[in-house]
């Protein structure tokens, strides 16, 4: 099955290459020939993902899917939530972010988070939602090199590692991503 991931970040589609295996053709939206960014107008994470599918469906006409992700952190009262992405403003930077979020956390010992994928799939007329959550804590401090976004001070519940310390495979058992993605192959599989 091909099937578009209305997505222009490259590490996403990895991920979710790594994870689907060999039995779909995921395509990316440069290989449609979009090169626009996407709409992410909405205030929750479900309306972005939607949002995003939508407009590849309506403007290129393919069965696509399209996520949204947020991290919520309690003691900033779920921030930065849908704003994840442009926390630290534009032009968006994971590092920028990062840092505006540490300093916002400052020495509090409340430190617990989540990230939060939603992911809307568009087959023919039909739509469909999954939604992954990992629990875990904001880090003190940036550990490893692999992932992107926050995930250099996301350390998952009952692990050691932060999610950049953990190689793809192990990120995409536990991640937020990975169960949602887990969910979007056991439908796409009974199809």
Do not use: W, Y
């Given at each position: 099955?091909?099937?578009?991931?209305?997505?222009?970040?490259?590490?996403?589609?990895?991920?979710?290459?790594?994870?689907l295996g060999d039995s779909f053709e995921i395509v990316s939206l440069k290989d449609i020939g979009c090169s626009?960014?996407?709409?992410?107008?909405?205030?929750?994470?479900?309306?972005?993902?939607?949002?995003?599918a939508k407009y590849v469906?309506?403007?290129?006409?393919?069965?696509?899917?399209?996520d949204d992700t947020g991290l919520e952190v309690d003691a900033l009262e779920g921030e930065p939530g849908v704003y994840s992405g442009r926390y630290a403003g534009e032009p968006?930077?994971?590092?920028?972010?990062i840092d505006l979020l540490l300093k916002n956390l400052g020495d509090t010992s409340l430190r617990t988070a989540r990230f939060k994928t939603v992911i809307a799939l568009l087959l023919g007329e039909e739509e469909y939602k999954f939604e992954g959550v990992a629990e875990g804590e904001i880090m003190r401090s940036r550990t490893g090199d692999g992932g992107f976004g926050y995930d250099?001070?996301?350390?998952?519940?009952?692990?050691s590692k932060s999610f950049a310390e953990l190689s793809m495979v192990e990120k995409n058992q536990i991640s937020h991503?990975?169960?949602?993605?887990?969910?979007l192959i056991t439908f796409l599989s009974h199809r």
């Open positions: 099955m091909k099937i578009c991931f209305s997505t222009n970040n490259p590490k996403k589609i990895e991920e979710v290459k790594a994870a626009e960014e996407l709409p992410e107008t909405g205030d929750t994470l479900e309306h972005n993902a939607f949002q995003k469906k309506e403007h290129f006409g393919v069965d696509c899917f399209a968006r930077s994971d590092q920028r972010n250099p001070v996301f350390l998952p519940k009952g692990h991503r990975g169960k949602a993605v887990s969910e």
